[in-house]
């Protein structure tokens, strides 16, 4: 149990356009979803914690109106990165939790965004 | 600020050989636990967690809690090549689950 889907794995888009992600817990109801970005050799940076029929709570440095988070269900939660920009390139994970954190996050295949 | 530190390696190990990662944590109200690992290009999977000061063994893997010296710590028994992959800490606060994570320490086990 517990599996987070993530789509797509792959993604190259063109400097100026946008681009929207997908995580969707399979078989559980996720009340919380996380998203992270990894650059190379570095670690997790939390940038949103989504939270479904409300806000997103963005962290520190992290621009709300750059990167779009909708949680309209308790199964799926998107990111939208727009007007994204070479500097955008980055790995960018989702997880959820099912039981407010208390057995560990499950994390999505991640997806890798390439701004050409 | 809540702080969870990892040496980032990497840590070699010969194959065969007990390989022993750390994390200490800055937060004395942290409850819970969790070890990751995490190959190159991929995303994280879950390995351990723990919640009590001890041992807590699963297969090869053990972790080890003392949060009277706020650290934790991950052994991994009879290492193979497979194993070699980046480990990440990540500590959840009381009352919150919104975890830290550690940098990662690479490991690298030898054939």
């Known amino acids: 149990g517990a599996v987070v889907s993530q789509h797509p794995s792959r993604v190259i888009c063109k400097s100026g356009t946008s681009v929207k992600i997908e995580c969707r817990s399979l078989?559980?109801?996720?009340?919380?979803m996380f998203w992270y970005r990894q650059f190379p050799k570095q670690s997790l940076m939390l940038m949103a914690t989504s939270n479904e029929g409300s806000k997103a709570t963005y962290e520190q440095g992290v621009e709300k109106d750059k990167f779009l988070i909708n949680h309209a269900s308790l199964t799926l939660s998107t990111l939208t990165v727009t007007s994204a920009h070479p500097e955008d390139s980055s790995f960018y994970i989702c997880?959820?939790?099912?039981?407010?954190?208390?057995?560990?996050?499950?994390f999505g295949s991640g997806t890798r965004l390439t701004v050409v | 600020q809540k702080e969870v530190e990892q040496n980032s390696g990497p840590l070699s190990v010969p194959e065969g050989a007990i390989a022993s990662l750390n994390c200490t944590y800055s937060?004395?109200?942290?409850?819970?636990f969790f070890w990751y690992r995490q190959y190159s290009g991929k995303s994280p999977e879950l390995i351990m967690s723990i919640y009590s000061n001890g041992d807590k063994e699963d297969g090869r893997f053990t972790a080890q809690l003392n949060k009277a010296s706020q650290y934790v710590s991950l052994l991994i028994r009879d290492s193979q090549p497979s194993d070699s992959a980046t480990y990440l800490c990540a500590v959840g606060g009381s009352g919150t689950y919104k975890y830290i994570f550690g940098t990662g320490t690479r490991l690298k086990v030898l054939a």
């Open positions: 078989d559980f109801q996720a009340t919380t």
């Open positions: 937060d004395r109200g942290s409850q819970s």
């Open positions: 997880s959820a939790t099912r039981d407010r954190g208390n057995y560990g996050y499950t």
